[in-house]
């Protein structure tokens, strides 16, 4: 198994890719993906070569990182956006574009998760997945300091203002919560 978030080995990449049923012909996107590429990666494999899938960060060297791995692994159909998430709209993708995106360990790093989740909204297709991942509020001597980690509540209730019915909840690891969310 691996396991990954952040440099640390805590979250298994392919076990989340299953969850979410990430396979040939869907249309991804790992909204924060950071730099490596843990679980767009796979992604780009999963889904097939007639599939996009798309790694959008804030960080033009950890899109930088992605795009040479992708090359080096031979998968083509990852394609990078920088974007700032706390700006609707700024991914340029088009609405109702995804079948899902992936908010993974994003959250905690921000004070803007509702316009980062009516982005996530607005890119997917009515039926589309959001799986929203984050740090849960054990106290352990490393992760964000739980001032920042969000509470699962408050994604929920902001999921439900944007149409996103919770169609799932799980444990994604030792120390994160998982969500997935319908697009109605």
Known sequence: ???V??????????FILKKIRV?????????????????IIPAGKWVGKKSTVYAVDILRSALEEVSKKARLM???NIKTIWSNLEIPGSTKLSDNELDIAFLINILFQSKEDK???TEAARILKPGGKLLV?????????????????????????????????IMD????????FGLIFKKQ
């Open 1 to 3: 198994m691996v396991y």
């Open 5 to 14: 978030s952040g440099g640390n080995q805590l979250i298994d990449a392919k």
């Open 23 to 39: 396979h040939e012909g869907k249309v991804v996107a790992d909204l924060g993906c950071g730099g490596a590429g843990h679980f």
């Open 74 to 76: 031979g998968i083509k």
């Open 115 to 117: 316009n980062i989740m």
């Open 133 to 165: 991942i984050d740090w849960n509020s054990t106290r352990v001597p490393f992760g964000p300091p739980l001032v920042d980690r969000v509470d699962p509540n408050e994604i929920k209730e902001i999921a439900k203002t944007l149409g996103l019915k």
């Open 169 to 176: 909840e799980f444990d994604a690891g030792k120390f994160h």
